[in-house]
């Protein structure tokens, strides 16, 4: 069986990083993949007007499952959008620390399940008056219940003990209010174990006591911040690899920009576009892959070669020929 994957670039290292995460699935045996490529970002825009051509939103809507890059100042018009595409509820973001790497804290194994459709990513912004701005954010119990199901589940599934679902409803009474008691009430309705944490006090005890902790559902801002930070636990952007859920249809990508200070150098890190690239081998099934592909990016992190990000000296293509030789 064939399957077929649209590779979305983007811009600045989306262009290095992303032909790295296919040359790793192109070296995968007994795996087959046709990969179409579609255009997004600051340069189709600057050309054509659009950041994401309805070719490529075709693309992604009807691909068995998508990679992208990652955009620059259009990301919000093609990332968010593409999210939608792909009818994604769910961003998976799973924040490990690996052997071998000086990280600021070495025994971190996080996932974030970030509700991935609302909050203050709906975009309902307004100037009322100059000088006067509003930002609406949409909390929904339905799209609560469901980030929480799919935490829940997750959870299970992977082995982790602890679940913290992460809120601030002592200061949005009402939105983050309705997110903790309907995330709470699955957990109650599944008789799991959970924890519910304030994320401002949150985000201290995930730099000192990373370990404390296993998955963290989150509302949608809150997920992007704490997993970021997370990266910052773990050695940074270039570390942490993202997968947008859908029902039918799911889109990977790493969770850092285009990081336009080292774009077209040759030296942005690979490794959490080609372990985007292990989840979407994941999401088909083909786990045993997936985990080959981990295993070898960990096997590179530990040993060498690494790129500056990391305190190496190797180019991008250096660290992804090591991971396909490990492989
Ligand atoms: N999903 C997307 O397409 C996203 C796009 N952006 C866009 O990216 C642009 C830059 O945003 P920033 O806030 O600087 O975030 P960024 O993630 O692009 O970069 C932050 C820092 O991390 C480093 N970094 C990121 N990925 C790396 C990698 N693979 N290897 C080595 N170092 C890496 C960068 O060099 C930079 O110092 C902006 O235009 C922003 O809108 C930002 C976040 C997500
Ligand atoms: C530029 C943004 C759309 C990136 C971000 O905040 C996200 O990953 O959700």
Known sequence: MTHEIAVIPGDGIGQEVTPAAVEVLEAIDGVDFDFVEGEAGDAVKEETGDALPEETRELAADADATLFGAAGETAADVILPLRQVVGSFANVRPARSYPGLDAVQPDTDIVFI?????????????????????????????????????????????????????????VMRTTDGLFLDAASAVGEDRDA??????????????????????????????????SDLAA?????????????????????????????????????????????????????????????????????????????????????????AAVIDEL
């Open 232 to 320: 910052g636990l773990v050695g940074g952007l270039g570390l942490l690899p993202s997968a947008n859920i859908g029902e039918e249809n799911a889109l990977f990508e790493p969770v850092h920009g285009s990081a336009p200070d080292i774009a077209g150098e040759g030296i942005a890190n690979p490794s959490a576009m080609i372990l985007s690239a292990a989840m979407l081998l994941d999401h088909l099934g083909y786990d045993e892959q997936g985990d080959a592909v981990r295993t070898a990016v960990e096997s590179v992190l530990d040993s060498g070669p690494r790129t500056p990000d990391l305190g190496g000296d190797a180019s991008t293509e250096d660290v992804t």
């Open 193 to 226: 174990s959970y924890d519910t944490a304030l994320m401002d006090a949150l985000a201290m005890h995930l730099v000192m006591n990373p370990q404390d902790y296993g998955v963290v559902i989150c509302p949608n801002l809150a997920g992007d911040m704490l």
């Open 114 to 170: 970030r509700e991935n459709t609302e909050g203050v990513y709906k975009g309902i912004e307004s100037e009322i008056s100059e000088g006067v701005t509003t930002c609406t954010r949409v909390i929904t119990e339905d799209a609560s219940e469901k980030i929480a199901e799919y935490g829940f589940s997750y959870a299970k599934q992977n082995s982790y003990d602890d679940v913290t679902i992460a809120h601030k409803a002592n």
